[in-house]
């Protein structure tokens, strides 16, 4: 359990995509459930919703980094 809470402190942005795109692929899976999509679509839509997960992570992830912190002067 260590190792996987040493990478996630390691890797916060990749972390954070996988956590994203884990949370709006059930969002989706579920709101999409009756919809009757082909399996082909399925994979389309969660590709897709993944993608979009890291997008957002990438740019929330522009603001890091602009100012230097406190310990940096």
Do not use: F
């Not at 709006?24 to 839509?45: H, N």
């Amino acid at each position: 359990m260590n190792r996987v809470i040493d990478w996630a402190k390691t890797h916060p942005r990749l972390t954070a995509w996988l956590a994203l795109g884990a949370g709006m692929s059930a969002i989706i899976a579920y709101e999409a459930r009756d919809v009757g999509l082909l399996p082909t679509q399925w994979l389309a839509l969660i590709v897709a919703t993944v993608l979009v997960a890291g997008a957002c992570v990438w740019i929330i992830g522009w603001d890091d980094g602009d100012e230097p912190d406190e310990t940096q002067k």
